[in-house]
């Protein structure tokens, strides 16, 4: 199997993850429930509580419009996926886990932004103790136009931000990136192979 081939697979397959978890969520809890958690010695280590954001990373309002914020991630997933193809183009390939985590990268900017582009559309709300309901992109009833969706947050640990698969793949493979690939990031190049 190809490098290429092997990030495409890796792609689907947390696309496919996050998103049934979420339609799940979504569909299954309202805005604050707590669907399961795990607790000993007086700490939670576990909870899954439904949460949605409507900002950044930890909810963060850093670009103060939603449809700004939602451009802006759509602008980076796809500097992240010419990269990851410039990649699969060189003469001298790289490391498979360097484009893995690229892989993961995309994969989990990508589920933030169906939740961003389409969710407010699909959905009715799920706050104030209602169980959101999917409408369709034709129903009557969902919560925000194109653009303007909230992220469906919830897994959570001690000490963490509520989050989800897509924040857990961005995480995971920045932190791999910065710990086993400084020679790739040092080489870092939007410039084709000649």
């Not at 190809?2 to 495409?8: I, N, S």
């Not at 958690?37 to 949460?51: C, H, K, P, Q, S």
Request: aromatic content about 14%; charged content about 15%; overall charge neutral.
């Amino acid at each position: 199997m190809t490098q290429g081939r092997m990030a495409v697979l890796v792609i689907i397959a947390v696309l496919l993850a996050d998103q049934i978890v979420k339609i799940w969520v979504k569909t299954h809890m309202a805005t604050g429930d707590v669907a399961c958690e795990w607790n000993a010695w007086g700490i939670d280590w576990f909870r899954m509580t439904f949460l949605e954001n409507p900002g950044a990373a930890g909810g963060l309002q850093i670009f103060g419009n939603k449809v700004f914020l939602t451009l802006f991630r759509l602008f980076a997933m796809t500097v992240v996926g010419y990269y990851m193809w410039l990649l699969t183009q060189r003469k001298t390939p790289v490391r498979t886990g360097y484009l893995i985590c690229c892989a993961l990268i995309f994969a989990g900017a990508a589920g933030n932004l169906i939740d961003c582009m389409f969710y407010g559309l699909i959905f009715t709300t799920s706050q104030g103790g209602a169980i959101a309901e999917f409408v369709g992109f034709a129903g009557e009833g969902h919560y925000a136009g194109f653009l303007e969706g909230r992220v469906v947050d919830m897994f959570e640990l001690p000490f963490t931000f509520v989050w989800n698969i897509a924040d857990a793949a961005i995480t995971i493979s920045i932190v791999m990136i910065f710990l086993l690939y400084r020679k790739e990031i040092s080489q870092f190049s939007l410039k084709r192979e000649q």
